[in-house]
């Protein structure tokens, strides 16, 4: 198990030192949630690929009316919480490829964990609109339905599906990823604000 410098409980007091709406703590949860159901599947670290769902988005309240920033103010809070270079790489790592932030547009993602993450904090925002549309239900959502929203590229189309998509790059299929994504977020529908 990789060391970690803070503890879950402190991770989520750092958010909230910052000005958060509500959907961005449950983004963070949603994103902890299915990074962890991952790291499980994968036989990896959950605490580690937990953290990194939870802290992706760590300098969000900071720069969402400045994207250009988004990824790049990660750094300076995580180093001061005692977070290595490696881990402060996989947050930025979201990142890449968007037009709007230009440090990171030309980098490309590359290792297993960088997929996961960028494909689960995505696919957080289809599974929650889907959930809301249903009368705020997670609990009898199952993966044929999800899919035929993931189709419809109207529907919560702000989530990138190209991004998603890329979980295939680390051996899951599609139906296996929304699998296993509708079941985490399941699993903490009352912290999130879901039935």
């Not at 590359?110 to 009368?135: F, P, Q, R």
Request: proline share 2%.
């Amino acid at each position: 198990m990789k060391e970690l410098p803070i503890t879950r409980k402190q991770a989520i007091e750092l958010l909230k030192t910052m000005p958060q709406e509500d959907s961005d703590i449950n983004h963070y949860l949603e994103s902890e949630a299915i990074m962890r159901a991952l790291a499980k599947k994968f036989g990896e670290d959950s605490e580690y690929w937990g953290m990194l769902g939870l802290l992706h988005d760590v300098d969000w309240s900071l720069t969402k009316d400045n994207w250009g920033e988004h990824c790049s103010n990660a750094e300076e809070i995580l180093k001061e919480k005692g977070f290595d270079n490696k881990f402060i790489q996989l947050v930025q790592s979201h990142g890449y490829g968007y037009k709007a932030i230009p440090k990171f547009m030309n980098k490309k993602r590359t290792e297993k964990i960088e997929h996961a993450l960028a494909a689960a904090e995505t696919l957080t925002g289809i599974i929650y609109a889907y959930a809301l549309m249903k009368g705020k239900n997670i609990s009898d959502m199952e993966v044929s339905g999800l899919k035929k929203k993931f189709k419809d590229k109207r529907f919560a189309q702000n989530c990138n599906r190209e991004i998603i998509k890329e979980i295939e790059k680390t051996g899951l299929s599609i139906d296996e990823f929304f699998e296993i994504a509708i079941e985490a977020m399941k699993n903490i529908k009352s912290d999130i604000g879901l039935e």
